[in-house]
């Protein structure tokens, strides 16, 4: 499964939109590209997948560049309850499925 | 089905004692996952079944730790001689899955092990 790298921290104002790049530049061409995030002293949640098109659920958007080697994920309006650590996971569709998290992106939404 | 389950929430041992951890996965997921989180890291992948089966197993789980999933239901998690080291939170997840595909993982709110 390819590397992933995000910042270690960003800010965002309370009904903002909030935007998490994640570079994959390692990626290849069966590689999706997943995002999870946790809460404080929760389990993670799943957010949003996608591999190549750009998606976008109740949550939040993907955005996949065209070359695939970054992507950007999308919270229309945060919240304070946004307030998390977001992780960016590259992986096979066909694989065990075992998540490989890095560091994240611990994303502080204020009032 | 309220998700997935972990007993108990937080464990405090000395140095030494065995401990055990449960997970009780959502009903119709086949797939069970046991990952370990330190402070400030994310989560790092244990071991995975597939219903009763272990099929992947990290180097990370040294031959202290033990896992099974009798039956295909829910899952424990053993450590036996218990190291400082081995404080962390303990995270279950459970999927469906297939020879390929896309399931998300639902994770267990941790057991928390302190080792004194």
């Known amino acids: 499964d390819a590397k992933t790298t995000q910042p270690p921290s960003m800010d965002c104002a309370e009904g903002r939109a909030a935007n998490l790049p994640c570079n994959h530049s390692?990626?290849?061409?069966?590689?999706?590209v997943y995002w999870y995030r946790q809460i404080h002293s929760q389990g993670p949640q799943y957010i949003i997948h996608g591999l190549k098109n750009n998606e976008t659920n109740e949550m939040a958007s993907l955005i996949i560049t065209e070359d695939r080697k970054s992507s950007t994920l999308i919270l229309p309006h945060a919240t304070l309850r946004d307030t998390a650590v977001y992780y960016c996971?590259?992986?096979?569709?066909?694989?065990?499925?075992?998540?490989?998290f890095g560091q994240g992106t611990t994303l502080q939404v204020k009032p | 089905d309220t998700g997935v389950s972990q007993d108990p929430r937080h464990k405090i041992t000395k140095r030494g004692q065995n401990v055990t951890f449960r997970c009780d996965p959502i009903s119709e997921h086949n797939r069970l996952y046991w990952y370990r989180q330190t402070l400030g890291q994310g989560p790092e992948f244990l071991t995975y079944?597939?219903?009763?089966?272990?099929?992947?197993k990290s180097r990370l789980l040294s031959d202290r730790f033990s896992a099974e999933r009798p039956k295909g239901s829910f899952s424990t998690l053993e450590i036996q001689r218990t190291e400082q080291g081995d404080s962390a939170m303990y995270l279950c997840?459970?999927?469906?899955?297939?020879?390929?595909?896309?399931?998300?993982?639902?994770f267990g709110p941790g057991t928390r092990l302190t080792v004194t």
């Open positions: 996971i590259v992986r096979f569709s066909s694989n065990t499925g075992k998540l490989i």
């Open positions: 997840a459970s999927s469906y899955g297939g020879t390929s595909g896309h399931y998300e993982q639902y």
């Open positions: 079944f597939q219903n009763e089966a272990q099929l992947e």
């Open positions: 390692t990626i290849s061409g069966n590689e999706y």
